[in-house]
């Protein structure tokens, strides 16, 4: 190749390059080649809250599982699903929802902070209280709960209990804002908190 032809290709990859730089226009071009202002997101005017859905967990149970079901009934139903990243067996379709079995049968249901997905799934009770809720606003919506302190020397939560019967909600707290929330059987709920036990 010879050193003119060299330098002509080179000019044309260096002209070509330089057409090609420069600041690009953010969003889309009008047909004058001129940036038009970017219009709003597909999601606007939608907020965080809009793509959560709340679910209610009473004593009972949820819609479709309920305290003192079977392992092997909720599994046969397909409500059982065994994720990679959880500690045990969750429930198909119901967010950060751990059941607690006890003789094969569920006697609590361990609520956690939702898992970020497409589709947020909030848990609360039918008073409206979740995973962030303000403690004060636990006293206010239940006419009585017993307060339970943690053990000195833990990293565990102190507790709010609600009992109805012999089912109640526990609802565990960092002093200012609900942190976990368990359903079912008082008497268990009520030994899962001395114990220290865990959904795991």
Known sequence: MKFRQFVFIATLLAAASIAGSGVRPHG???????????????????????????????????????????????????????????????????????????????????????????????????????????VEEVRARYRSVSPLDAPQRTYRFDGLLARSGDRAYLFLHDGRTVRKIIAGYADWARRLFAEGYGPC
């Open 28 to 134: 889309p071009v009008d047909a004058g080649g001129d940036a038009r202002p970017p219009g709003p997101p597909p999601d606007a005017g939608r907020s965080a809250a809009d793509e959560a859905v709340d679910e209610v967990v009473d004593l009972n149970g949820l819609t479709d599982v309920e305290f003192g079901d079977t392992e092997e009934e909720l599994a046969r139903r397909g409500m059982l699903a065994s994720d990679v990243d959880a500690c045990g067996p969750t429930l198909a379709g119901h967010g950060a929802v751990s059941p607690i079995f006890v003789d094969d049968r569920l006697v609590l249901l361990w609520l956690d902070d939702p898992v970020p997905t497409a589709e947020r799934i909030n848990v609360r009770t039918p008073q409206g209280i979740g995973v962030g809720t303000p």
